[in-house]
T-cell receptor, first 109, second 114 residues
């Protein structure tokens, strides 16, 4: 079956760096997305990876290794407003988008 | 910039009642989607549309119907609500297909079925 695994919850300190991992087992691969979702709000797009390597966008970076079925989202210089859930989603060979359950990130002062 | 607008934001229904959730987007997107989000689970696709007048089933279509009579609107109907349909429902749209295009989400409809 198709599966995406993310840690359920992580805690980090304001100003620090945190890495949120995502591993996937899907029938084929056509791209990986990261979304941010604040409690009670809509998911918002963060990044997209289709080739191996690191994509940097300000304080956020996303890495992909297709051979390992692995991605991570790296958040630097953490701010309190980064407290949210981070959703990993993979497009499989049938162009279906498979979503992980999300990682709740708690930022402490 | 309204983006994707969902109505209503909250609703409580009794088992067996029917209702329609409305979604409107002003970005001229071709693709629109309805998801449900339940605790501890990823977003699950209910139905989607690749253009005006078209609809297709997603992962969990049973108990729901949809219509896309106008490009900017995508309606989700529950004909006979069941407690298992208690969830948060999100509408989303994208310029192109989900293979590479990010989706834009509405703020969600919180639906409780008693």
């Amino acid at each position: 079956g198709q599966n995406i695994d993310q840690p359920t919850e992580m805690t980090a300190t304001e100003g620090a760096i945190v890495q949120i991992n995502c591993t996937y087992q899907t029938s084929g691969f056509n791209g990986l997305f990261w979304y941010q979702q604040h409690a009670g709000e809509a998911p918002t797009f963060l990044s997209y990876n289709v080739l191996d390597g690191l994509e940097e966008k300000g304080r956020f970076s996303s890495f992909l290794s297709r051979s390992k079925g692995y991605s991570y989202l790296l958040l630097k210089e953490l701010q309190m407003k980064d407290s949210a859930s981070y959703l990993c989603a993979v497009t499989d060979s049938n162009y279906q988008l498979i979503w992980g359950a999300g990682t709740k990130l708690i930022i402490k002062p | 910039n309204a983006g994707v607008t969902q109505t209503p934001k909250f609703r409580v229904l009794k088992t067996g009642q029917s209702m329609t959730l409305l979604c409107a987007q002003d970005m001229n997107h071709e693709y629109m989607y309805w998801y449900r989000q339940d605790p501890g689970m990823g977003l699950r696709l209910i139905h989607y549309s690749v253009g005006e007048g078209t609809t297709a089933k997603g992962e969990v279509p049973d108990g729901y119907n949809v219509s896309r009579l106008k490009k900017q609107n995508f309606l989700l109907g529950l004909e006979s609500a069941a407690p298992s349909q208690t969830s948060v429902y999100f509408c989303a749209s994208s310029y192109g297909d989900i293979n590479s295009q990010p989706q834009h989400f509405g703020d969600g409809t919180r639906l409780s079925i008693l």
